[in-house]
């Protein structure tokens, strides 16, 4: 790509290292919600093993609407930080699929004003072997 034109080697890296950002952002957010997700879910295991362990403290004490409560927020938490992931990886391919898009339609803008102005020859930008 670099023998056929400077400006379209350049274009490409730039384009490339955009999306690379935007990637590893999105990648940073999954793995920050999957640590979330995790560390809700060992709660919940920790209130469930605590609330078996001490049943009898908890009836003696009239506590079991109290720890209820507790679990019905916790595992409530949990069900929306998971479906928050499951939209957000439901997302990612299309994302994906678009920002692909998005560079092959600004790669042929680019090159395709240039041909008209006639700063490029056609031939050698559709040739695989120029």
Known sequence: MLAISMHLTLFALVYILITGVIISEIVKKFKKQSTQIQENLGRIVSML??????????????????????????????????????????????????????????????DGTRVFAGHLDAISFLEPNA
């Open 49 to 110: 093993d605590e609330s078996l362990s001490g049943i009898r403290i908890i009836k003696a004490f009239n506590a079991t609407q109290l720890v209820n409560n507790k679990f019905a927020n916790e595992v409530n938490q949990y069900a929306r930080t998971n479906v928050s992931m499951a939209y957000k990886n439901e997302l990612a391919t299309p994302v994906s699929q678009l920002l692909g898009a998005l560079a092959i339609a600004g790669l042929l803008l680019y």
